[in-house]
């Protein structure tokens, strides 16, 4: 009985597994810099993550046609389309205060 709940458990969790795609990416501003607290978000879901201190993130998204969102105070707002890159890496433009 143990053998056939573990077989049917572990059915359960690599079905889930194919439903989610991992990303890693960095995220640099215009002179190659890390840039650190950008908010990661796939467009249209809860799914986010933010940036370490070396620019580096990753999220789990549901499919290849997701758009991801990047977001930061100082930086003006960025999106892409998810390909088959598992690696992203992205390049923000300061805003222009006044």
């Known amino acids: 009985m ?3 709940v573990f077989i049917l458990l572990s ?3 690599l079905s889930c597994g194919k439903d989610s795609n ?3 990416g960095k995220v640099t501003n215009s002179n190659g810099d890390a840039i ?3 908010l990661v978000q796939v467009m249209g879901t809860d799914l986010n993550s933010r940036t370490d201190d070396k620019g580096d ?3 789990n998204t549901k499919n290849r046609g997701d758009e991801l969102i990047f977001t930061h105070p100082e930086y003006e707002m960025s999106r892409i389309e998810l390909e088959d890159d ?3 890496l992205v390049k923000l ?3 222009n205060n006044p």
């Open 2 to 4: 143990k053998k056939v």
């Open 93 to 95: 433009t300061k805003k």
């Open 86 to 88: 598992s690696e992203i």
């Open 22 to 24: 991992l990303i890693d």
């Open 57 to 59: 993130f990753r999220i």
């Open 11 to 13: 059915i359960v969790f």
């Open 36 to 38: 650190n607290g950008v």
